[in-house]
């Protein structure tokens, strides 16, 4: 199947700092990429929507100036966490889409990115 | 209530067991995704249903769309699928945007 990486795996930085998240589809192009974000025993939460060449699409409640996302190609799309602070600590995964073989869209997930902010 | 609702919230099974994990909707749906994230995180897709059945290796999931209704069943269950199983409904009227369970986890002891 379709695989989606992310780099890096883990990142522990200090309050203030700025992080960048990388989701690229390795043997695929993907129009739309997604970000989500898990906090502990918790299902994932959709963020934004992130289309190729275009902003992306926040979800309600997601402040777009502290979580920048760029898409600027096919096959990458970045996720800046920008003065982070210690309640930015989380787990943070992407999600490409599609066409699947048997011609339907779907969504491939990345390993995700545990960040701790100190 | 929650639009995707997974039942059990946790589950504890004997190797070898067959494990069943259901997964209720209320929304129309274009797909049906079943998830599995192990501690540490990682998340595997391990099937997209829009209808019937689907087999994988221990691995079977079914949907019922007249139900808005999907299960889950790991037959000859082994510690290594000790995991969080995620359902996640994409909705007709939102393209490929997902709607989460809260997720079932499953552990299997020796």
């Known amino acids: 199947g379709a695989v989606v990486s992310q780099h890096p795996s883990r990142v522990i930085c200090k309050s203030g700092t700025s992080v960048k998240i990388e989701c690229r589809s390795l043997d695929f192009q993907a129009t739309t990429m997604f970000w989500y974000r898990q906090f502990p025993k918790k299902s994932l939460m959709l963020m934004a929507t992130s289309n190729e060449g275009s902003k992306a699409t926040y979800e309600q409640g997601v402040e777009k100036d502290k979580f920048l996302i760029n898409h600027a190609s096919l096959t990458l799309s970045t996720l800046t966490v920008t003065s982070a602070h210690p309640e930015d600590s989380s787990f943070y995964i992407c999600s490409a889409r599609s066409l699947g073989l048997a011609g339907f869209m779907e969504q491939f997930f990345g390993p995700g990115t545990r960040l701790t902010v100190l | 209530k929650n639009e995707v609702e997974q039942s059990p919230q946790n589950l504890t099974a004997q190797e070898g067991e067959f494990i069943t994990i259901n997964c209720s909707y209320s929304v129309g749906i274009s797909a049906l995704h079943w998830l599995q994230q192990h501690p540490g995180g990682g998340i595997v897709s391990l099937f997209m249903l829009s209808s019937g059945k689907k087999k994988h290796g221990r691995l079977i999931a079914t949907i019922n769309i007249q139900e808005k209704h999907s299960s889950l069943h790991i037959t000859a269950s082994h510690p290594r699928d000790s995991a969080v199983y995620i359902c996640?409904?994409?909705?007709?009227?939102?393209?490929?945007?997902?709607?989460f369970g809260e997720g079932t986890q499953l552990t299997v002891n020796p």
């Open positions: 996640a409904a994409g909705r007709e009227t939102s393209g490929s945007r997902l709607t």
